[in-house]
Protein backbone atom coordinates (compact mmCIF):
# COMPACT_ATOMS: atom_id res chain seq x y z
CA UNK A 1 0.00 0.00 0.00
CA UNK A 2 1.54 3.24 -0.97
CA UNK A 3 1.78 5.87 1.56
CA UNK A 4 -0.31 9.45 1.00
CA UNK A 5 1.76 12.16 0.10
CA UNK A 6 1.70 15.07 2.32
CA UNK A 7 -0.55 18.02 1.50
CA UNK A 8 0.45 20.29 -0.85
CA UNK A 9 1.26 24.03 0.86
CA UNK A 10 -0.18 27.29 -0.65
CA UNK A 11 2.53 29.04 -2.77
CA UNK A 12 4.75 31.13 -0.84
CA UNK A 13 4.18 29.26 2.15
CA UNK A 14 7.56 28.77 4.41
CA UNK A 15 8.15 25.52 5.27
CA UNK A 16 9.01 24.98 9.03
CA UNK A 17 12.39 24.22 8.38
CA UNK A 18 12.57 27.44 6.24
CA UNK A 19 11.02 29.80 8.77
CA UNK A 20 12.65 33.01 9.97
CA UNK A 21 13.60 33.24 13.20
CA UNK A 22 10.79 35.23 15.40
CA UNK A 23 13.25 37.76 16.72
CA UNK A 24 15.67 37.98 13.99
CA UNK A 25 17.61 41.62 14.15
CA UNK A 26 15.52 42.46 17.57
CA UNK A 27 16.60 43.65 20.73
CA UNK A 28 15.53 41.30 23.74
CA UNK A 29 16.43 42.83 27.52
CA UNK A 30 16.02 40.19 30.15
CA UNK A 31 16.40 41.75 33.98
CA UNK A 32 16.83 38.77 36.33
CA UNK A 33 18.90 36.77 33.66
CA UNK A 34 21.59 35.23 35.44
CA UNK A 35 19.24 32.07 36.32
CA UNK A 36 16.20 30.29 36.06
CA UNK A 37 12.87 31.53 33.81
CA UNK A 38 15.29 34.82 33.00
CA UNK A 39 18.19 32.98 31.60
CA UNK A 40 15.89 30.40 29.87
CA UNK A 41 14.01 33.21 28.04
CA UNK A 42 17.35 34.87 27.14
CA UNK A 43 18.79 31.08 25.79
CA UNK A 44 15.12 30.82 23.80
CA UNK A 45 15.55 34.74 22.64
CA UNK A 46 19.06 33.92 20.97
CA UNK A 47 18.02 30.25 19.40
CA UNK A 48 15.17 32.89 17.92
CA UNK A 49 17.97 35.27 16.46
CA UNK A 50 17.31 37.73 19.45
CA UNK A 51 20.03 40.33 20.25
CA UNK A 52 19.95 39.72 24.14
CA UNK A 53 20.94 41.58 26.74
CA UNK A 54 21.46 40.28 30.36
CA UNK A 55 21.06 42.14 33.57
CA UNK A 56 21.32 40.88 37.20
CA UNK A 57 22.50 42.11 40.01
CA UNK A 58 25.15 39.57 41.01
CA UNK A 59 28.07 40.18 38.43
CA UNK A 60 30.03 36.81 38.86
CA UNK A 61 26.57 34.68 38.14
CA UNK A 62 25.86 37.36 35.11
CA UNK A 63 29.42 36.63 34.12
CA UNK A 64 29.34 33.08 34.30
CA UNK A 65 25.27 33.11 32.68
CA UNK A 66 26.75 35.35 29.89
CA UNK A 67 29.55 32.81 28.89
CA UNK A 68 26.64 29.74 28.80
CA UNK A 69 24.91 31.67 26.40
CA UNK A 70 27.37 33.32 23.98
CA UNK A 71 25.66 36.65 25.41
CA UNK A 72 27.57 39.95 23.97
CA UNK A 73 26.20 42.84 26.32
CA UNK A 74 25.32 42.48 30.17
CA UNK A 75 25.24 45.13 32.35
CA UNK A 76 25.50 44.39 36.46
CA UNK A 77 22.96 46.46 38.37
CA UNK A 78 20.36 46.53 41.08
CA UNK A 79 17.17 46.75 39.22
CA UNK A 80 15.11 47.94 41.94
CA UNK A 81 17.66 51.50 42.30
CA UNK A 82 16.09 53.55 40.16
CA UNK A 83 19.13 55.70 39.23
CA UNK A 84 20.94 52.72 38.19
CA UNK A 85 18.06 51.75 36.17
CA UNK A 86 17.33 54.73 34.35
CA UNK A 87 21.59 54.78 33.46
CA UNK A 88 21.33 51.76 32.13
CA UNK A 89 18.40 52.65 29.89
CA UNK A 90 19.93 55.70 29.06
CA UNK A 91 22.79 54.31 27.48
CA UNK A 92 21.27 51.21 25.74
CA UNK A 93 20.92 52.36 22.04
CA UNK A 94 17.66 51.84 20.58
CA UNK A 95 15.34 50.12 19.44
CA UNK A 96 14.72 48.09 22.53
CA UNK A 97 12.15 45.52 21.21
CA UNK A 98 10.86 43.35 23.91
CA UNK A 99 11.69 43.74 27.74
CA UNK A 100 11.45 40.78 30.44
CA UNK A 101 10.80 41.94 34.14
CA UNK A 102 11.70 38.76 36.51
CA UNK A 103 11.20 40.82 39.44
CA UNK A 104 11.60 40.42 42.62
CA UNK A 105 10.64 37.16 44.06
CA UNK A 106 7.83 36.57 46.68
CA UNK A 107 7.49 36.78 50.05
CA UNK A 108 5.61 34.73 52.39
CA UNK A 109 5.04 34.56 56.08
CA UNK A 110 2.17 35.37 58.95
CA UNK A 111 1.02 38.73 58.00
CA UNK A 112 0.89 40.03 61.83
CA UNK A 113 4.42 39.63 62.00
CA UNK A 114 5.17 41.86 59.19
CA UNK A 115 6.66 45.07 59.97
CA UNK A 116 5.24 47.90 57.93
CA UNK A 117 8.20 48.01 55.69
CA UNK A 118 7.72 44.43 54.46
CA UNK A 119 4.14 45.18 53.83
CA UNK A 120 4.74 48.21 51.76
CA UNK A 121 7.45 46.51 49.83
CA UNK A 122 5.87 43.56 49.12
CA UNK A 123 2.65 45.62 47.62
CA UNK A 124 4.94 47.17 45.99
CA UNK A 125 7.77 46.09 44.45
CA UNK A 126 6.82 44.69 41.51
CA UNK A 127 4.46 47.26 40.18
CA UNK A 128 7.00 50.36 41.06
CA UNK A 129 9.61 48.00 39.47
CA UNK A 130 7.52 47.57 36.61
CA UNK A 131 6.63 51.37 35.99
CA UNK A 132 10.19 52.32 36.43
CA UNK A 133 11.09 49.92 33.62
CA UNK A 134 8.17 51.12 31.49
CA UNK A 135 9.21 55.01 32.13
CA UNK A 136 12.84 54.31 31.24
CA UNK A 137 12.24 51.92 28.29
CA UNK A 138 9.45 52.93 26.52
CA UNK A 139 10.59 56.00 24.65
CA UNK A 140 12.73 53.65 23.30
CA UNK A 141 10.63 50.86 21.82
CA UNK A 142 8.76 50.55 18.56
CA UNK A 143 5.31 49.71 17.69
CA UNK A 144 4.18 46.20 18.56
CA UNK A 145 7.22 45.71 21.23
CA UNK A 146 6.18 44.26 24.62
CA UNK A 147 6.95 44.95 27.88
CA UNK A 148 5.94 41.29 29.84
CA UNK A 149 6.57 41.01 33.31
CA UNK A 150 6.47 37.94 36.07
CA UNK A 151 3.45 37.49 38.48
CA UNK A 152 1.94 34.39 39.69
CA UNK A 153 -1.50 32.59 40.28
CA UNK A 154 -1.03 32.64 43.76
CA UNK A 155 -3.28 35.51 44.14
CA UNK A 156 -6.23 33.88 42.94
CA UNK A 157 -6.44 31.54 46.45
CA UNK A 158 -6.05 32.55 50.46
CA UNK A 159 -4.21 30.10 52.14
CA UNK A 160 -2.52 29.60 55.39
CA UNK A 161 0.95 30.69 55.36
CA UNK A 162 0.68 32.51 52.45
CA UNK A 163 0.75 35.79 53.86
CA UNK A 164 0.33 38.97 51.86
CA UNK A 165 1.70 37.26 48.66
CA UNK A 166 -1.83 36.64 47.58
CA UNK A 167 -2.32 40.58 47.55
CA UNK A 168 0.78 41.75 45.63
CA UNK A 169 -0.14 39.28 42.76
CA UNK A 170 -3.91 40.18 42.13
CA UNK A 171 -2.58 43.68 42.09
CA UNK A 172 -0.59 42.77 38.75
CA UNK A 173 -3.18 41.64 36.18
CA UNK A 174 -5.31 44.78 36.06
CA UNK A 175 -1.82 47.13 36.48
CA UNK A 176 -0.90 45.72 33.31
CA UNK A 177 -3.86 45.89 31.85
CA UNK A 178 -4.18 49.85 31.91
CA UNK A 179 -0.12 49.63 31.22
CA UNK A 180 -1.36 48.36 28.14
CA UNK A 181 -3.56 51.07 27.31
CA UNK A 182 -1.19 53.78 28.35
CA UNK A 183 1.39 53.06 26.08
CA UNK A 184 -0.06 51.40 22.96
CA UNK A 185 0.60 50.42 20.26
CA UNK A 186 3.99 49.22 22.40
CA UNK A 187 2.15 46.29 23.81
CA UNK A 188 2.18 44.98 28.01
CA UNK A 189 1.24 41.60 29.14
CA UNK A 190 1.79 39.39 32.54
CA UNK A 191 2.73 36.05 32.85
CA UNK A 192 1.13 34.06 35.96
CA UNK A 193 3.32 31.25 36.60
CA UNK A 194 2.71 28.84 39.48
CA UNK A 195 5.48 26.50 40.64
CA UNK A 196 7.94 26.48 38.38
CA UNK A 197 11.38 24.27 39.15
CA UNK A 198 13.98 27.30 39.39
CA UNK A 199 16.45 28.09 42.00
CA UNK A 200 14.45 30.61 43.50
CA UNK A 201 11.93 27.72 44.37
CA UNK A 202 14.80 25.52 45.64
CA UNK A 203 15.72 27.87 47.76
CA UNK A 204 13.07 28.63 49.40
CA UNK A 205 11.50 25.35 49.86
CA UNK A 206 14.78 23.97 50.74
CA UNK A 207 14.73 20.33 52.16
CA UNK A 208 10.95 20.07 50.97
CA UNK A 209 11.99 20.31 47.34
CA UNK A 210 11.87 16.53 46.35
CA UNK A 211 8.41 15.94 48.20
CA UNK A 212 6.87 19.27 46.24
CA UNK A 213 8.25 17.77 42.82
CA UNK A 214 6.97 14.72 43.42
CA UNK A 215 3.52 16.12 44.76
CA UNK A 216 3.57 17.70 41.45
CA UNK A 217 3.84 15.02 39.02
CA UNK A 218 1.67 13.14 40.92
CA UNK A 219 -1.12 15.54 40.63
CA UNK A 220 -0.76 17.94 38.18
CA UNK A 221 -2.78 17.11 34.71
CA UNK A 222 0.56 17.12 32.61
CA UNK A 223 1.78 14.84 35.03
CA UNK A 224 5.23 16.56 35.13
CA UNK A 225 6.68 19.74 36.57
CA UNK A 226 6.44 22.89 35.06
CA UNK A 227 10.38 24.30 33.66
CA UNK A 228 12.07 27.54 33.40
CA UNK A 229 12.06 26.42 29.81
CA UNK A 230 8.41 26.25 29.49
CA UNK A 231 7.94 29.63 30.47
CA UNK A 232 10.23 31.40 28.53
CA UNK A 233 8.77 29.41 25.25
CA UNK A 234 5.31 31.24 26.37
CA UNK A 235 7.57 34.64 26.85
CA UNK A 236 9.01 34.16 23.48
CA UNK A 237 5.51 33.46 21.73
CA UNK A 238 4.25 36.43 23.28
CA UNK A 239 7.24 38.83 22.19
CA UNK A 240 6.38 37.61 18.96
CA UNK A 241 2.79 37.87 18.32
CA UNK A 242 2.05 41.34 18.19
CA UNK A 243 -1.30 40.72 18.74
CA UNK A 244 -1.36 40.04 22.26
CA UNK A 245 -1.42 42.96 24.89
CA UNK A 246 -3.24 43.53 28.31
CA UNK A 247 -3.61 40.19 28.95
CA UNK A 248 -2.79 37.92 31.54
CA UNK A 249 -1.04 34.23 30.48
CA UNK A 250 -1.33 31.42 33.08
CA UNK A 251 1.37 28.62 33.03
CA UNK A 252 1.11 26.06 35.94
CA UNK A 253 0.47 22.98 34.30
CA UNK A 254 -3.07 22.88 35.78
CA UNK A 255 -2.09 23.80 39.16
CA UNK A 256 -4.76 26.29 40.13
CA UNK A 257 -7.65 23.38 39.60
CA UNK A 258 -6.34 20.84 41.63
CA UNK A 259 -4.97 22.27 44.60
CA UNK A 260 -7.44 24.17 46.65
Do not use: W
Not at 34 to 63: H, K, Q
Not at 103 to 121: N, Q, S, W
Not at 227 to 239: E, Q, S, Y
Amino acid sequence: MTAAAPPEQPPGTPRAAEREPGLAGQTVVVIGGSAGIGLETARRAMAEGGDVVLTARNPDRLRDAAQELGARRTAAFDATDSAALAGFFKDLPAPINHVLVTGPGPRYGPLLEMDPADVRRTLGDHVVLALEVTRNAVGKMPPGGTLLFMGGTGGRRVGHGLGIASAATAVLPPFTAALALEIAPVRANLIAAGFVDTPLSASLLGDRLADRRAELRATLPIGRVVGPADVAALAVHIMTNTALTGATYDIDGGQQFVES
